[in-house]
């Protein structure tokens, strides 16, 4: 049995059909295009323009018996789009996918909670939605009031419990459902850091009861320590599938890429677009485009958009931050922590960050960009850019400094004094 | 699939085949599987209605109470319809309670899938659970207003015979109406939203077309074109078994609502299966 594919996946394709709207900010702009739009359906049969955009193409893997795949992409790879055909909720457009064994798969932690019920109401509705028998419920029901930690308000509806708690209950549900296979998307990417700790516990117990999984992680570190194999996806087809620090190291490949190519292209997009960044470059302090910078030097990171607004603006908020190759969070770049410098704002520019000395260790960063401005988000894109830096002289010693001694370098002074009793 | 749990593993786990536009061969057994979660999404749907009204459950047994009496008035007193041998209260009573039935399972089913948005686009199970759940919710309802019934009926010195076995019937009835019905609605409001705004105006029109305040025998001109809503009969069929001797049947009316009603509930189940394996990517 160990042997035997208990998923396998061939040839899987996913279409969505998008329909192209303009978008209109006043009544009388809406009301011009639907009359328009009707008129237009009344005579062609269709009211606007579609788009055909697939998110999964040629999709073909297996997995084994006791297996624990990460699936990696960035957002909008074709990650959830795979994760909801494997657990039918969708349906894909052509492909095969045949699975033996018990299935429950975990999209969302507390999906079907009622806020109105009590949390012994809610263990067993939520048990009931997840495909667990009332009798099975019944029998766990003390173990998961013991993981989630909320003996003393089981009676107490769930809206007037504390996030951390509900999502506790949440997963203790979907932890005990004991399933053949088990599909996981993002859910430890909640909760307090102790309990993420105690889901990736349970996690990790899946994997070593040799029963199979499938789990979907932007969070590297996690992947690491929990998988043992790893698919990468980009643009719906795989990159690459094999070992986990492989298909790490793909992963973060993928990330460079999107260095060269503009971001204006970029459709994963959130804001309203009335500023929208277009590309990042690099530069060293005199003004001079580099691609890579050595730690411990300086460097500018410029910031290019275009922006519809042309009037005065108030209050505007740039950010970006940094993240390492275990998906950390290492540090956050933005105007508001320097006293909101007054930034303004042209058709066509960019904003400039300087970094008079880059004092992090070398490696590639992932980079999210963040604006927003009078409080309105205008563009916010993950995984916008990769920040890679080289192991650089710091200190100026003439040496690097050694890999061992911690993510983060300091300006120091040493000296030796002679206390006085 | 929760088979497996209390078999040995030794049996052969079950094989599962996802392709596109594949019917899935095991969906009616699927629906018998996920029947617990049919009456938890009921228990939910009760149990949540009432939650923060002071009168509660109370509400349940208003509101007919106070529809009962303004029909009375408008067709027993102002247009002074015949009542027969029943006191006018009674009569339309005994039409309200499946017009109650109909309109709780018809606006509950159509508007099922889209308030279970949440669900829909995260879990599997066989759609058909939730409009099916919103047919139990309002099978409890009725069976609060029957109990009421009865003895009321007894009050006005109408007392229950044999016929009242045969109710159950008209309640399937009524019951396969609202789900052909709330089929179509739901199935389609997942796409267009307009059809929701349709559902409360068919509910308007739908108790006067329907002989909720009135009786057909009486009317013998517009039964037959009373008969094409499929409720009629049902309606008919509710004073026959509550009322006793008094009503009687008319046959032909309650053939051509059984054949609508048939071909509703056939149009729905076809439409609904048709367009259920999209609702995750529109809804």
Redesign the interface.
């Given at each position: 049995m160990a042997n035997t594919p208990v998923i396998s996946v061939e040839n899987l394709s996913k279409r969505?059909v998008i329909g192209h709207e303009a978008r209109h900010d006043n009544l009388r702009d809406t009301l011009q295009h639907t009359a328009r739009k009707l008129w237009r359906r009344f005579r062609w049969g269709t009211g606007f323009q579609t788009e055909e955009f697939w998110a999964l193409r040629d999709v073909s893997f297996e997995v084994k018996q006791g297996e624990v795949v990460g699936i990696i992409g960035r957002n909008g790879a074709g990650k959830s789009t795979l994760l909801?055909?494997?657990?039918?909720?969708?349906?894909?457009?052509?492909?095969?996918?045949?699975?033996?064994?018990?299935?429950a798969?975990l999209?969302?932690v507390g999906?079907?909670f009622?806020p109105?019920?009590s949390g012994r109401?809610n263990i067993?509705?939520n048990g009931?939605?997840?495909?667990?028998?009332?009798t099975?419920i019944r029998r766990k029901f003390d173990e998961i009031v013991a993981f989630a930690e909320v003996e003393k308000f089981l009676d107490t509806?769930v809206k007037y419990y504390s996030s951390g708690m509900y999502v506790r209950l949440a997963f203790a549900v979907a932890a005990h459902l004991?399933p053949?296979i088990l599909i996981v998307d993002e859910v430890l990417a909640v909760g307090d850091a102790e309990f993420q700790k105690k889901c990736l516990g349970k996690m990790g117990e899946v994997a070593e009861a040799g029963r199979t999984a499938l789990f979907v992680s932007h969070n590297m570190a996690s992947v690491q320590h929990l998988c043992t194999r790893g698919i990468v996806l980009a643009e719906g087809k795989i990159v690459t599938q094999g070992n986990t620090a492989s298909a790490v190291q793909a992963y973060l490949h993928t990330a460079r890429v999107v260095q060269g190519i503009e971001l204006q292209h970029r459709p994963d997009r959130k804001g309203n677009g009335k500023l929208r960044f277009l590309a990042v470059t690099f530069h060293d302090l005199t003004g001079k485009q580099v691609t890579s910078i050595l730690c411990g030097s300086g460097v500018s990171v410029r910031l290019h958009y275009e922006s519809t607004y042309n009037g005065q603006i108030r209050d505007i908020d740039v950010a970006f931050n940094l993240r390492n190759d275990a998906g950390v969070l290492i540090t956050c770049f933005a105007n508001i922590q320097t006293g909101r410098p007054r930034l303004p704002i042209h058709a066509r520019g960019y904003f400039e960050c300087a970094w008079p000395k880059t004092n992090i260790r070398g490696g590639e960063y992932d980079c999210a960009l963040y604006c927003s401005i009078d409080g309105e988000v205008c563009d916010w894109l993950q995984n916008a850019f990769v920040f890679s830096l080289e192991d650089g002289d710091f200190f100026g010693t003439g040496h690097l400094v050694p890999r061992d001694h911690g993510d983060v370098l300091c300006e120091q002074q040493w000296s030796s004094c002679v206390s006085c009793s | 699939m929760s088979d497996v749990v209390e078999n040995p593993p030794a049996t052969e786990p079950p094989e599962l085949v996802i392709e596109a536009g594949r019917t899935e061969a095991h969906y009616w057994r699927d629906l018998w599987r996920y029947r617990e979660l049919l009456g938890f999404l009921a228990w939910r749907d009760i149990k949540v209605r009432y939650k923060q009204a002071v009168l509660g459950v109370a509400w349940a047994v208003i509101q007919p109470a106070v529809q009962t009496l303004l029909l009375s008035f408008v067709f027993g007193k102002l247009a002074r319809m015949p009542a027969g041998d029943v006191p006018y209260p009674l009569l339309v009573l005994a039409g309200l309670l499946p017009w109650q039935l109909f309109s709780s399972a018809f606006s509950g089913a159509g508007s099922s899938i889209v308030g279970n948005a949440n669900l829909i686009s995260k879990v599997y199970f066989p759609r058909l659970i939730v409009p099916f759940s919103a047919l139990a919710v309002a099978l409890i309802d009725l069976t609060v207003l029957l109990v009421l019934t009865v003895p009321i009926a007894a009050c006005f010195g109408v007392m229950p015979t044999w016929r009242l076995l045969l109710l159950p019937a008209f309640i399937l009835g009524a019951l396969l109406i609202a789900l052909g019905a709330g089929l179509w609605i739901t199935a389609l409001t997942v796409k267009y939203r307009d059809f929701r705004f349709i559902t409360p105006f068919i509910l308007q029109i739908g108790v006067f077309v329907t002989p909720v305040g009135y009786r057909t025998d009486f009317l013998p001109n517009w039964r037959d074109l009373l008969a094409f809503n499929p409720l009629t009969g049902v309606v008919d069929g509710f004073r026959w078994c509550l009322l006793g001797g008094t009503t009687e049947f008319y046959v032909p009316g309650l053939m051509i609502s059984f054949a609508i009603a048939a071909v509703l509930l056939a149009g729905g189940l076809w439409y609904f299966r048709k367009t259920e394996r999209q609702f995750a990517d529109v809804i």
């Open positions: 969505y909801k055909i494997l657990s039918r909720i969708t349906e894909p457009t052509t492909g095969r996918i045949s699975i033996t064994g018990r299935v798969s999209l969302e999906t079907g009622h109105e019920l109401e067993f509705l009931a939605i997840l495909g667990m028998k009332r099975e509806p004991d053949e | -």
